[in-house]
């Protein structure tokens, strides 16, 4: 190696990009100004305006917040090439803002690549795939000259209270409106329990406090199944304060993506835990962004993926039908598929790219079948469409008749819960109580049968399957 060459290694060692952003995440929790410490209106989940898509996890954390440092009010980022590539110029002397991107690559015969840039061991190569790690440097708007101005999308107040009310109904959670001046999430009986609407001071208070529980809803064995909800037992002790802290940045995020005013809650009793948290680790705040962003995107999916089917039931186009869905806030645009959640050890955060989402239809996506597989060539649009309208009684049986069913998403869709049957296609899992996802069989790893409890992930029209271990907690979450 030439001296240049060992003199930029040891300079990119020194840099610790985790320990940085965790370092400035903790001085704001001091500060008391930290992204979900403070109110605000209007504000957006940051994005790349010159690909439309957002970014997640602690990227998205870390360019909030450092929006909110800089006073920035402009949500879009890019890098220095991006913005030259549009005939727009990074002013001279700006400083740019790291990020971190994780990309699966396909295992060569290569050496290990050894310590990460980070400073820790590169993860584990399993089934034939490694993990590259590369940070990169992105500019706000405001550092940047000829990009046209901002513009927002204007929401009345009106328009965020609708969309605020449909996030809440097309969960499928249970909302209970029956306690006086409290509010949590039971565990036991899977609901949430908030006082009446007309005792809050305003539309933010409310919807704030409903989006927080309904974030530790979706960590319920059967959704999410988020260690930090169910292996939490009281108050003060450590999982219970990163589960605040994850519901809490998932409430965040959605309010951003609904452009409902963020109110926060009173995190006095829980500032000291974050900061002891982060400082023993630093990938803490990445690994609970990551749940947030998981969090959210279960959220919102559930909601798109109503909106779709009203619109079809409306349309007439039944469950084959081509239409196309809604369009999609900028927190449903394609981003890049996190590491799967079945590699609980890799807590990575990537930039924006690929999870194709939601955008087919209710037949479970885009069915490409080929020749050369007998079961594909089967599974054509009419017999999906039979098997598809099976699932959907299957579901009705089950659930009941107002209960919904939905096709998997099959690019990168994450679904957690009980298998409550099959048809001659598809294999039918609940969602909630309210709602259950139909799965085509060919695209399953192995067939689950009815009563398991599992874990199905996609990526690129494959899915792996896995048993979800129930753990027995039944304490509730207040806010």
């Known amino acids: 190696m030439t001296p240049a060459k060992s003199e930029n290694a040891n300079r990119a060692e020194k840099r610790d990009h985790r320990r940085e952003v965790t370092d400035s995440i903790i001085k704001m929790l001091e500060d008391g100004v930290a992204p979900w410490q403070k109110p605000w209106e209007g504000s957006a989940m940051p994005f790349n305006p010159t690909t439309e898509r957002p970014y997640r996890g602690g990227n998205a954390l870390h360019l909030l917040a450092t929006g909110i440092g800089r006073e920035y009010a402009d949500p879009r980022w890019m890098t220095y090439k991006q913005a030259a590539e549009q005939g727009w110029q990074v002013r001279g002397g700006e400083k740019g803002t790291h990020i971190e991107f994780w990309e699966v690559k396909e295992r060569s015969d290569e050496k290990d690549a050894g310590p990460d840039q980070n400073g820790g061991e590169s993860p584990a190569k399993e089934n034939g795939q490694r993990l590259i790690h590369r940070v990169y440097t992105v500019f706000n708007a405001n550092q940047i000259d000829g990009i046209p101005e901002y513009q927002p999308k204007q929401r009345t107040p009106f328009e965020a209270v609708q969309a605020g009310e449909r996030i809440l109904a097309n969960s499928g959670a249970r909302i209970e409106h029956d306690q006086r001046d409290d509010a949590f999430y039971n565990r036991r009986t899977d609901s949430i329990h908030l006082p009446p609407k007309d005792t809050f001071k305003d ?136 590491v799967e959640t079945f590699q609980p050890d890799r807590e990575l955060v990537a930039d924006a790219a690929n999870r194709r989402a939601f955008d087919e239809n209710g037949v479970g996506q885009k069915a490409r079948q080929t020749d050369d597989n007998s079961n594909r060539s089967a599974a054509n649009t009419g017999n999906l469409a039979a098997s598809f309208a099976a699932a959907k009684q299957v579901t009705a049986d089950a659930l009941g008749e107002s209960a919904r069913t939905f096709g998997a998403q099959t690019d990168s869709g994450r679904y957690n819960g009980r298998i409550i049957g099959e048809t001659a296609h598809h294999v039918v899992q609940r969602l909630s109580p309210q709602t259950a996802v139909a799965h085509m069989k060919h695209l399953l790893e192995h067939l689950p049968h009815a009563g398991d409890n599992v874990a199905i992930a996609y990526s690129n029209d494959h899915a792996q399957v896995r048993d979800i271990r129930e753990r027995v907690n039944t304490q509730e979450r207040g806010r």
């Open 203 to 338: 539309a933010p208070g409310y919807y704030g406090t409903a989006l927080h529980e309904l974030a530790h809803w979706t960590g319920h064995p059967s959704r999410l199944n988020r260690p930090t909800l169910s292996e939490s037992y009281r108050f003060g002790d450590l999982n219970y304060a990163k589960e605040e802290l994850r519901a809490e940045l998932a409430s965040v995020f959605m309010a951003a993506e609904l452009g409902v005013p963020h109110d926060p809650a009173n995190h006095a009793a829980y500032v000291g835990s974050w900061i002891k948290a982060l400082r023993e680790d630093k990938n803490e705040i990445f690994r609970a962004a990551h749940e947030a962003s998981a969090a959210t995107d279960f959220v919102l999916s559930l909601d798109l993926e109503a909106s779709r089917a009203e619109t079809l039931e409306l349309a007439g186009s039944g469950a084959a039908g081509s239409l196309q869905s809604p369009e999609r806030s900028r927190g449903q645009k394609d981003t890049r598929d996190e």
